[in-house]
């Protein structure tokens, strides 16, 4: 694991194989493995700054319907943004803020 996969790691708490897994079942189950760890930090770094966050959500692109049952599920604010990564892949990545 490089520098950058333990600053993502790190970030989302992540310690042990089972946890990675878990969230390969969860926030990254549409995100190709190339896109994982970048998209990571790119949610992280755009989360980072708000106090209450919650409702973390990565999908590609095309599936923005997907994408917004989940913004609509969350509390207050929704923070919505596209992230194209180094492999070419659009996606859609968020989460709700404020309590």
């Not at 990571?40 to 700054?49: K, S």
């Amino acid at each position: 694991m490089d520098a950058f996969e333990k600053t993502a790691f790190n970030y989302w708490g992540l310690d042990n194989p089972a946890q990675v897994e878990a969230l390969n079942e969860g926030l990254l189950k549409h995100v190709a493995p190339e896109d994982k760890v970048e998209l990571l930090i790119a949610l992280a770094v755009q989360a980072g700054h708000e106090e209450y966050v919650d409702n973390h959500r990565i999908f590609p692109h095309d599936m923005r319907e997907e994408f917004y049952a989940i913004a609509e599920k969350g509390c207050c604010g929704s923070s919505n943004n596209p992230h194209k990564c180094k492999s070419g892949n659009l996606y859609r990545i968020g989460f709700n803020y404020g309590h």
